[in-house]
């Protein structure tokens, strides 16, 4: 038993590797690959997630507020809470100065509020990346 | 913030070309694999944009 559990401690790398790259690129979009020094890949996350985040702002998509109720309501306004948090500082930045918009009808809207919980999908996506470089399962 | 109006196709297009350029950048080692698989991922969402547009064409009659 303790030599599974020394195993375990073995095959999972300490935090200290790569929780910095993750947090960054939690909280700005590519910022993980550019602190393993991947600027090119780290450049062409942040510029996709930045552009599908204000796209989302322009088409005046939603953010949304977690709401439980039925189970079909729970994921969804929950998974997208989560998914508009992924972005990280955008977020944070587009709630506190006061761009998040009203839930309204409207297919423009709606593809608004795809766009930006998109960008923060993408963004989880980037960061399992980082994690992976920093882990050195990947190059 | 300006406002933008797209139309679905236009979101659509933007939809799949963003998200295929990060399936690309991630997933693939070598740059030339990333630009090939980002690029047949593009071509899937638009097959699949473009059929499915078809499908539901049709089934509205």
Request: glycine share 12%; net charge positive; aromatic share 12%.
């Amino acid at each position: 038993m303790a030599t599974t559990s020394g195993k375990a401690a073995e095959l999972t790398p300490p935090a200290s590797k790569w929780a910095p790259p993750v947090l960054l690129g939690w909280l700005i979009p590519g910022g993980g690959h550019f602190l393993l020094k991947r600027t090119g890949r780290g450049s062409l996350l942040l510029v996709t997630v930045l552009s599908m985040f204000l796209l989302g702002l322009m088409m005046r998509g939603a953010m949304f507020q977690p709401q439980t109720g039925d189970i079909l309501t729970t994921i969804i306004y929950c998974g997208g809470f989560l998914g508009d948090l992924a972005s990280g500082l955008l977020y944070l930045l587009a709630t506190w100065l006061g761009y998040a918009q009203p839930d309204v009808a409207g297919h423009v809207h709606d593809y608004g509020t795809k766009f930006l919980v998109a960008a923060g999908l993408i963004n989880v996506l980037a960061m399992v990346d980082a994690y992976e470089i920093a882990t050195g399962k990947k190059d | 913030m300006p406002k933008m109006n797209l139309s679905h196709f236009e979101a659509a297009l933007l939809f799949a070309l963003f998200s295929s350029v990060v399936l690309g950048v991630i997933t693939k080692r070598t740059d030339a694999e990333r630009l090939r698989y980002g690029i047949r991922c593009f071509v899937y969402f638009m097959a699949a944009l473009i059929g499915l547009g078809w499908l539901m064409h049709f089934g509205h009659g």
